[in-house]
């Protein structure tokens, strides 16, 4: 089953989840800071279109509270938002990759485990095309 589309406060609330396993409303809400923390009823709403998405599902009730797990997990989610970020850019990762090394948000360690990853890939490519 392929991730919803989740705004930000559904991967807030998915973040939280994930993070911390099953969860009342309560303590979603809790999870964030207390200078922006959401109004209960905005969470409890959230969770409710969460769950007709199908991205959590209530597992058990405790007295007067539903507990909710994750039924989508957070490597579904960022693939279908790296998928939508990519979509914007025709599907080239060049202009994403450049924007993340000029504006400093690429760490000379993340380019190193990129190059890792790039040179498992072709490893993984060429053993393919040598079994042809």
């Known amino acids: 089953m392929a991730a919803p589309k989740l705004t930000r406060l559904e991967l807030q609330i998915m973040e939280t989840l994930w993070a911390q396993g099953d969860c009342s409303i309560r303590e979603i809400q809790e999870g964030f800071p207390e200078k922006r923390r959401p109004a209960y009823t905005t969470v409890q709403t959230t969770v409710y279109r969460l769950e007709?998405?199908?991205?959590?599902?209530?597992?058990?009730?405790?007295?007067?509270?539903?507990?909710f797990a994750a039924t989508v997990s957070r490597s579904a989610a960022q693939r279908r938002l790296v998928g939508e970020l990519l979509a914007l850019f025709?599907?080239?990762?060049?202009?994403?990759?450049?924007?993340?090394?000029?504006?400093?948000?690429?760490?000379p360690e993340d380019l190193r485990e990129a190059q890792h990853l790039l040179a498992r890939h072709a490893a993984k490519e060429q053993a393919g095309k040598e079994r042809s």
């Open 90 to 107: 025709g599907g080239r990762i060049q202009p994403v990759v450049a924007h993340l090394v000029h504006s400093a948000k690429c760490t």
């Open 52 to 67: 007709a998405k199908k991205a959590v599902e209530r597992v058990k009730r405790i007295g007067n509270s539903d507990i």
